[in-house]
């Protein structure tokens, strides 16, 4: 999910002021501030793949600290000659 996002031709944008916040951060805030809890109710939350990908990031963290950041930089430096491409 990208911060700003155009939909139906520009008619509707999405922005997602927090994207770049970390998810400890703003629960911490939010603790802070008492603001209400509600758990998810999603009932794929706990297998989805989102919760997967977090889980295996905190993983890598323990062992490469700079592991997002090093992840986002890398976006900003991708040639397109090096892309596969597709027959699609």
């Known amino acids: 999910m ?3 996002q155009e939909l139906f031709k520009g ?5 997602r ?3 770049y916040v970390e998810e400890d951060l ?3 805030f939010a603790k802070t501030l008492d603001f209400p809890h509600h758990k998810c109710a999603c ?3 706990v297998t989805s793949n989102r919760t ?5 990031l905190k993983d890598l963290e323990k062992v490469c600290p700079d592991v997002k950041t ?3 930089r890398s976006l900003t430096r991708i040639k397109k000659d090096y892309l596969l491409k597709s027959s699609f």
């Open 52 to 56: 997967k990908i977090t889980g295996i």
């Open 70 to 72: 090093n992840i986002f």
């Open 43 to 45: 009932p794929n939350s």
């Open 17 to 19: 002021p927090l994207a």
């Open 2 to 4: 990208v911060p700003k």
């Open 26 to 28: 703003i629960v911490k």
């Open 11 to 15: 008619k509707i944008t999405i922005i």
